[in-house]
């Protein structure tokens, strides 16, 4: 139980300071642009994949909504990767 919650009080707590905020903004900003980039991969259309992880990672976000789900993502992700290595890799 106490990874469990262990878990949650990262998720709660790491976007609640400013260096967990900008960490985690960071984190998911670099998953999401893989992400929007895979397809492209996938289909061998590897100039557009470079253009779209490119506009992802080099230009800054147009609205606080990007914000905000780049930080949920990063967070998300980064206490689930927390977790896995703490249950399973110990």
């Not at 967990?20 to 984190?27: L, N, Q, R």
Request: aromatic share 16%; glycine share 10%; no cysteine.
């Amino acid at each position: 139980m106490a990874y469990e919650e262990g878990l949650l009080k990262y998720i709660i707590f790491t976007p609640l300071t400013i260096v967990g905020a900008v960490s985690m903004y960071i984190y998911g900003g670099g998953i999401l642009a893989l992400l929007n980039a895979l397809p492209h991969v996938i289909s061998g259309d590897f100039i557009e994949a470079f253009i779209q992880y490119f506009l992802q990672t080099a230009l800054p976000p147009t609205s606080i909504g990007q914000v905000i789900v780049q930080i949920i993502v990063g967070t998300f992700t980064a206490g689930i990767k927390w977790f896995v290595a703490m249950n399973f890799f110990r």
